[in-house]
């Protein structure tokens, strides 16, 4: 017995250790200006880098675990997969030290997301208090932004010799998009819808209505037009659940969802190859960006490596390849802001990416967690147009919503072992309808 309660022990220490690095993401990036300016004011930027060390720490537990111990064939594919396009993004983009480890920090806080498989990272209520502290701190950071100018903003930090910029001060149709205590307008959005999707359930009905207000009112003020239809599409998602009598009746019509969600996958692929190279502001100006998008956000990273490295469509052009890690190469000019998750994570791993993506859908029928479903849902909307790679806690977060599939305890996915989502029962019901 006291060999299963050392155990029990450790791997309760694992999973604080996780909480604790999922939490060191979210408040690093959701209050990414107020963190810059205060570590460089006493000279400890450095300190800025503990959560990636963090994450590098889990990345490594998650190999072993999936390999070793669970045998799972779905890990053990999307570890090598890794192992392998840090090799080819080495040789292609013809990596230094500072540029690998940039690489390396891009993709992998996807492995502290996955690491949640049948765990829950609002299960413990310490967690929980921390997040709603983070949304609060994040909704007033917001909502008083256009009446103070906040120190951060234009502050430019510089740590391993890459300059950063704490806070910006962006422009949308003559508008000001303010980025509150993030700095940046799309991350505390972002932040907001994440974090409130995260803990609504553990509110009750009346509560999470009676906060619909406050948080569209602070995403309008970011100017975020993706984030407020995410966010607007979760609470007709909210008020639809409560037409249901039972947690199971819930969790079906999410997983249904879910599964529905990945045709948006499909979205840019089929523009491209229906509207590809066709000037569509001469149907209506509207359309102008549309078809920019389409052309040269879109299809341009794939024409440039069908170019240069045309194997690279097949095995990927390597992690960090058209995300923010190739502006420190020599590559650089040859970058596009490929603004869709899926897309730019096929340019990093290739084809086994497909693969991945298509026993997603799969798996999500193993999934009880109504949180994990939504965000699941509304992360398959928010990256039709947004590439999530740069601010980590949106990569983490994709990793997250994908973590079911990593609970599966042997090579053979036809017989996944599964125990229910780890939801406290006070929660079940709180937001959604009760069993």
């Known amino acids: 017995m006291s060999d299963v309660a050392s155990r029990d022990r450790g791997r309760d220490r694992l999973f604080i250790f996780l909480v604790v690095t999922f939490l060191a993401f979210v408040i690093r990036d959701g209050l990414t200006g107020v963190l810059r300016y205060s570590l460089s004011l006493v000279r400890l930027d450095m300190l800025w880098f503990i959560p990636d060390f963090m994450c590098f720490a889990i990345v490594g537990i998650f190999a072993y675990q999936q390999i070793f111990v669970k045998r799972n064939l779905i890990g053990t594919i999307f570890v090598v997969n890794f192992v392998f396009s840090l090799i080819v993004s080495t040789l292609f983009m013809q990596l230094d030290i500072l540029t690998f480890l940039s690489s390396l920090k891009s993709l992998t806080p996807i492995f502290v997301g996955f690491a949640f498989y049948n765990r829950a990272a609002t299960e413990l209520r310490w967690a929980r208090m921390i997040l709603v502290v983070i949304l609060i701190v994040s909704v007033i950071g917001v909502l008083l932004n256009?009446?103070?100018?906040?120190?951060?903003?234009?502050?430019?930090t510089n740590a391993f010799g890459v300059e950063r910029t704490a806070g910006k001060l962006w422009w949308a149709g003559g508008e000001v998009r303010y980025g509150g205590f993030a700095g940046d307008s799309t991350m505390a959005a972002f932040t907001i819808f994440t974090v409130y999707v995260l803990i609504s359930p553990y509110f009750s009905r009346i509560t999470n209505i009676l906060m619909w207000p406050a948080?569209?009112?602070?995403?309008?003020?970011?100017?975020?037009?993706?984030?407020?239809?995410?966010?607007?599409?979760?609470?007709?998602?909210?008020?639809?659940?409560?037409?249901?009598?039972?947690?199971?009746?819930?969790v079906g019509f999410l997983q249904v969802l879910a599964r529905l969600?990945?045709?948006?996958?499909?979205?840019?692929?089929?523009?491209?190859?229906?509207?590809?190279?066709?000037?569509?502001?001469?149907?209506s100006p509207m359309l102008g960006s549309m078809s920019d998008r389409i052309d040269n956000t879109w299809r341009g990273p794939f024409l440039t490596i069908a170019e240069i490295f045309p194997i690279g469509l097949v095995i990927g052009c390597g992690v960090g390849c058209y995300a923010y890690p190739m502006t420190y190469t020599a590559l650089a000019d040859l970058y596009f802001p490929l603004d869709n998750f899926y897309m730019t994570t096929y340019m990093m791993l290739g084809f086994p990416f497909i693969i991945f993506v298509i026993l997603q859908v799969y798996f999500v029928k193993f999934c009880n967690d109504t949180a994990k479903l939504s965000l699941l849902i509304l992360m398959n909307v928010y990256t039709v147009t947004v590439q999530c790679y740069g601010p980590s806690?949106?990569?983490?977060?994709?990793?997250?919503?994908?973590?079911?599939?990593?609970?599966?305890r042997s090579a053979r996915v036809s017989?996944?072992?599964?125990?229910?989502?780890?939801?406290?029962q006070s929660a079940r019901g709180a937001g959604f309808a009760a069993e």
Do not use: H, N
Request: charged letters at 5%.
């Open 146 to 156: 256009p009446y103070i100018e906040y120190p951060w903003i234009g502050l430019t």
């Open 215 to 250: 948080l569209v009112w602070a995403i309008s003020v970011t100017t975020s037009k993706t984030a407020l239809g995410v966010i607007l599409i979760y609470f007709i998602i909210y008020l639809a659940t409560m037409l249901f009598r039972s947690r199971g009746q819930t």
């Open 261 to 283: 969600s990945f045709v948006l996958v499909l979205v840019p692929p089929v523009l491209i190859l229906v509207f590809g190279g066709f000037d569509l502001s001469t149907v």
């Open 393 to 408: 806690f949106a990569t983490l977060t994709v990793g997250y919503v994908f973590s079911a599939a990593f609970a599966v």
């Open 415 to 424: 017989r996944p072992s599964l125990s229910k989502q780890a939801l406290p």
